[in-house]
């Protein structure tokens, strides 16, 4: 799979590139910011990007800028952003446009290699992908008369990893059960939040973030 | 100061003494001629002595006020009236120049009414009319009537035939300066009578001894007029001593309502005293200039003010002009310190017979221009302050975004890389690695994965992220993410803010929401953020315990002084059980 990466920071632009590589990946472009990113991609289609949300020249949202405009293309490409905080808004921001293909990272995943690799992959393929951290941060969010209090340990366990973007397959793989109990937890879940079944992985990570984020 | 008004009061005294011995010795006159009753010389003597005394009491009371010797010198002219009676030619020839200048200086003095100043145009036109046409008739009249003999006329039947008289020529004259006067008078009356009836309340009880001054006045012009017209070949007027008695009573009253008027007259220093209520603080010229014209009666007044820009001075009307020399046609005021004017005032000379109204008018005004001064200086170091406290917060906010930049960009980066070696190398070491170096190596990542998780949340906290490059909104839901409590943002925001203001109000969430939590027990907070006229209005309450203080606590503290340095206000209602809500207002107009 083709990937281009832009990030600012050198030493960091050369360990991702380093850990694509070694995952199979063919990093066809590796920039420093979001314009050579845009121009690159331009150039050489690639199966997925990664793109820093801070970069040249404000340092500010320039990566979710450039997010937002590779995904607003047709076809659009998937990406993966990194971010140094833990920002459930801006998760929920680039779920917002209603398509697959997009992941929402901290930038120290990049350390956990198989994490990351699995996390570009299932994004390059059109899933989604929510850092752990964002999600066990939301979990943890009090909430006045909180339905979560009603959910079991296993049910919570199951409610984190559909959050972080995995499907019931992959739930079932990680956690050691079969399916159809992935479904069962799936669907108490979703009763004792109030929640419709979703049509498909991205609108429920969509759906159940932005539940996590209520008050 | 003492000695003068005491010298001031020995020469008064003097005068007073002299009328007293002249008045009788002058009426006595009236004697040589012709039988007259004593009520008759009674009256004389009544209306030269209420005259004197009037104008003595008022040159002692109000001093500066033209009255008293206008008065003084009216009641003097009275009795050398009499004179005409003396044995003595020349002394009888003085004396009936002299008697014509009676009702011209009661005319003055009318018009000169209360304040003892003329300042009108009409009131001036009125006095040199009165003074010209009686200088006139002086002159014809010393020439045309001159003594046969200067000191006796032994021959003399009566004291008409004494004169030289050119009857022929005195006659016409004559006629001309009856009607002249008769003239001048009803205008006098006219004036008077408008006085009277524009007045109002206190005012008009003032003007009523004028009113019948005017009306004693100008009916004895009319009287002698009306006569020499049905008996214009002379002979005597009815000389009715029932008249003159009338008219004498009337001149006594006239003269007491005069005194009593002129005593009377606080308006002056009342309008001085409006003068000083009204510049609090130094109005706009054209409002300066109108209020000195008031207060002064001087409608002539003209204010000048100095413009620093220009250099140069500007009239009330804002123009560029030159104030006039101090000197005969205009008197000038100059107001400030020497060698840098602030104010000219230009009036009427008339005025310097008042000093004092003058002086308390001139200390009104420079009481506004100092008091003027000062307030643009005090305005002036508060803005000063004002903006350095605004500067000190800004650049506190620009430090802090500089920190958390260089600890997302520059540590949080390093230890992400050294994260990622750490793990590269173990997984380079291979399965075969001895256990205890793998074991090394998991520690350090944890421990750079622990340190990466602490520097996120030291960032979040020196300045989040998301307020910078989301604004106000976005970083109070960010906030109420992470809260351990449920934490319901209205945001009603839409557009971003001066940067200083979103991260003020964003301090003040957290500390209000960190507050909730460890100190009132709280398990809900609502936050709110809009703008209303250009102000941010940012609550927030939480149902907890309440009775928080501002004063302890060094968070709010802090924060209280942000809000203050960027020209807000901050309200905390934390009533015991009630709950505590804190509002902030800052302002934050449309760049």
């Known amino acids: 799979m083709r990937v281009a990466i832009a990030e600012d920071v050198v030493l960091l632009r050369e360990g991702i590139s380093r850990v694509l590589r070694d995952g199979g990946f063919e990093v066809v472009a590796a920039v420093g910011d979001a314009e050579a990113l845009l121009e690159a991609i331009e150039r050489t289609p690639v199966d997925v990007a990664i793109v820093d949300i801070r970069m040249p020249p404000t340092h500010t949202d320039e990566g979710l800028l450039a997010a937002e405009a590779l995904r607003a293309r047709e076809p659009s490409i998937p990406v993966v952003v990194l971010s140094q905080a833990v920002e459930p808004a801006h998760a929920v921001r680039l779920l917002g446009d209603g398509r697959g293909g997009i992941g929402y990272l901290l930038k120290e995943r990049v350390a956990a290699m198989d994490d990351l690799l699995e996390a570009v992959e299932r994004v390059a393929r059109g899933g989604t992908a929510i850092d752990p951290a964002v999600v066990a941060a939301l979990v943890a969010k009090r909430r006045e008369r909180d339905p979560l209090d009603e959910l079991t340990a296993r049910e919570r366990e199951v409610l984190a990893l559909m959050a972080e973007g995995r499907s019931n397959r992959a739930i079932a793989t990680k956690l050691v059960i079969g399916d159809k109990t992935v479904e069962t937890h799936v669907a108490s879940i979703f009763s004792k939040l109030g929640l419709e079944s979703a049509p498909d992985d991205h609108r429920r990570v969509l759906a159940v973030l932005t539940w996590l984020r209520r008050a | ?591």
């Open chain 2, 1 to 591: 100061m003492t000695r003068t008004v005491a010298r001031r009061r020995l020469v008064l005294g003097l005068v007073g003494l002299i009328a007293l011995l002249f008045g009788p010795f002058a009426t006595s006159q009236l004697m040589r001629t012709a039988e007259r009753s004593p009520a008759l010389l009674l009256a004389d003597v009544a209306v030269g002595w209420s005259m004197i005394a009037a104008g003595l009491i008022i040159a002692d009371r109000r001093r500066g006020n033209r009255i008293g010797p206008l008065a003084i010198v009216t009641g003097f002219v009275w009795f050398i009236g009499d004179f005409i009676s003396s044995d003595v030619a020349v002394v009888s020839y003085l004396a009936s120049l002299a008697h014509g200048w009676f009702d011209p200086l009661f005319a003055l003095v009318i018009l000169a009414y209360p304040a003892g100043r003329i300042v009108r145009r009409v009131d001036r036109v009125l006095a040199v009319g009165f003074v010209v046409v009686q200088a006139a008739w002086t002159v014809v009249k010393a020439y045309g009537m001159r003594p046969i003999g200067w000191w006796d006329c032994p021959t003399c039947i009566s004291t008409v035939d004494r004169w030289f008289v050119a009857y022929d020529a005195m006659d016409p004259l004559g006629r001309i300066e009856t009607v002249l006067l008769t003239a001048l008078s009803i205008g006098l009356l006219a004036v008077v009578v408008a006085r009277w009836l524009s007045a109002s309340g206190a005012a008009r009880t003032r003007e009523t001894p004028v009113l019948l001054a005017g009306l004693v006045l100008a009916g004895g012009f009319i009287a002698t007029f009306v006569w020499q017209t049905v008996a214009p070949t002379g002979g005597r007027e009815p000389l009715g001593e029932l008249r003159t008695i009338v008219l004498a009573v009337l001149r006594v009253l006239v003269a007491v309502g005069l005194l009593i008027g002129v005593l009377r007259d606080e308006a002056a220093r009342g309008r001085i005293a409006d003068l000083v209520v009204r510049l609090d603080g130094l109005p706009p010229m054209p409002v300066l200039q109108a209020s000195l014209r008031d207060a002064l009666g001087d409608p002539s007044l003209d204010v000048y003010r100095w413009d620093p820009s220009a250099a140069g001075f500007t009239n009330a009307a804002g123009q560029a002009a030159t104030p006039p020399a101090d000197g005969v046609s205009r008197a000038v005021l100059t107001i400030g310190s020497a060698g840098s004017p602030e104010l000219v005032v230009a009036h009427d000379p008339a005025l310097r017979d008042d000093p004092g109204l003058i002086a308390a008018a001139t200390a009104a005004v420079r009481l506004a221009v100092e008091n003027e001064r000062l307030q643009a200086e005090v305005r002036a170091q508060l803005e000063a302050v004002r903006a350095s406290r605004a500067r000190i917060v800004e650049a506190q906010d620009d430090e802090r975004r500089r920190i958390e930049r260089d600890l997302h960009d520059g540590a949080q980066q390093r230890l992400v890389s050294l994260q990622l070696s750490l793990q590269m190398l173990r997984r380079d070491l291979g399965p075969g690695a001895d256990p205890a170096a793998v074991a090394e190596l998991d520690a350090a990542a944890a421990e750079a994965a622990a340190a990466i998780a602490d520097i996120r949340e030291l960032a979040r906290g020196v300045h989040p992220a998301i307020l910078t490059e989301a604004g106000l909104g976005p970083a109070l839901g960010s906030l109420a993410d992470r809260a351990p409590l449920p934490v319901v943002v209205t945001d009603e925001l839409d557009r971003r803010l001066p940067t200083g203001v979103e991260a003020t109000a964003y301090f003040v969430a957290a500390e209000a929401i960190t507050n909730a939590i460890k100190h009132a027990g709280a398990t809900r907070v609502d936050v709110r953020a809009r703008v209303a006229d250009d102000q941010l209005h940012l609550d927030v309450r939480d149902d907890g315990r309440g009775g928080a203080d501002a004063t302890t606590g060094t968070g709010l503290t802090g924060i209280y002084d942000r809000v203050a340095a960027l020209g807000g206000s901050i309200t905390l209602e934390s009533a015991e059980g009630q709950g505590t809500r804190l509002s902030v207002m800052l302002p934050c107009a449309s760049p």
